[in-house]
């Protein structure tokens, strides 16, 4: 029996390496961007459905999960993360963080709610940051909304468990990614990076693998939990000091 995943923002990034890893999993996986032309070639190269959602529009939300029959997992990675100290946040940037990283999951969590419940066994995992957890100067519109979308996890997993539906959450590192610009190739290993305790930086697929346990039947009895994805980067005072006190 086929089981569908669906992942936002898949069009690169994060949200590509945890299609492509819940593609090699067995599921059909729906590879949403709203950029619909990274959708469509994402799509072709893992042999998923492309569709255009934009997390921030509730009527494009709407539109992509009327297209959605059956749903067994939901993976919320779209996000931004621009850079201003907070003296310079403008209304607009505060706004679109918010609309992109904290609406727009609760707003996929609410329309695919119906599939996901279907299914009985309904997993959703939220991409959050190690953001939610530290301060650094200059990212205090993406912390702020990282550490919300954090609660609407716990929030979410005592609200749905009734019907079923675990959820989770993982909260990366530094990541190479094309927002990042370091993109990483496949099977390319990530660079080096000595204030990291395991040594170096992560890649997409490190961040996937651990969407793919929380998502699987081996998580049956987690909810309302975010796993730390950092390298160790959180437990290391030293360089934790120097991220909450120089720009990035
Ligand atoms: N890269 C990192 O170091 C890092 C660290 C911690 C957390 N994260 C989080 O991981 C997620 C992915 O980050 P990334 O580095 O892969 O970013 P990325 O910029 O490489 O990719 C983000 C993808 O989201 C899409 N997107 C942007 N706005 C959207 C919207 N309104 N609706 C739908 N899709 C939209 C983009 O088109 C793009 O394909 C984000 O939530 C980010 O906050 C990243």
Redesign the pocket.
């Known amino acids: 029996m086929t089981r569908y995943a669906l992942v ?8 590509y390496g945890i299609a492509k890893r819940l593609t090699d999993d067995g599921y059909h996986v729906y590879v ?4 619909e032309g ?1 959708a469509k070639a994402a799509a072709a190269k893992l042999g998923g459905t492309a569709l255009r ?4 529009d509730p009527q494009s939300v709407k539109d992509a999960a009327g297209k959605v029959p059956e749903l067994s997992v939901l993976v919320n ?5 621009p850079w201003s100290p907070l003296l310079e946040i403008s209304v607009e940037e505060f706004d679109r963080v918010f609309a ?2 904290v609406r ?1 999951n609760l707003l996929c969590m609410q329309a695919f709610h119906r599939q996901l419940a279907a299914d009985g066994t309904g997993a959703i995992v939220n ?5 939610a957890l530290v301060p650094a100067v200059g990212v205090g519109s993406y912390a702020a909304s ?1 550490a919300a979308a954090a609660m609407l996890i716990q929030q979410a997993a005592i609200e749905f468990a009734p019907d079923g539906i675990r959820v989770n959450g993982v909260a ?4 190479q ?4 610009n370091r993109p990483i190739q496949d099977g390319e290993e990530p660079q080096k990076a000595a204030f990291i305790p395991l040594g170096r930086l992560a890649g ?1 697929a490190d961040i996937a693998s651990i969407v793919s346990f929380l998502a699987s039947g081996d998580a049956g009895y987690v909810t309302g939990q975010s796993i730390v994805v950092d390298g160790g980067f959180l437990s290391n005072t030293f360089a934790l000091y120097r991220h909450a006190t120089q720009p990035a």
């Open positions: 936002t923002g898949a069009g690169q990034g994060i949200g949403t961007d709203y950029d990274l959602l934009d997390v921030s990675s779209a996000g931004i993360y992109i990283n727009g991409i959050t940051s190690m953001s990282k990366p590192g530094s990541v990614t094309e927002g990042t997409p």
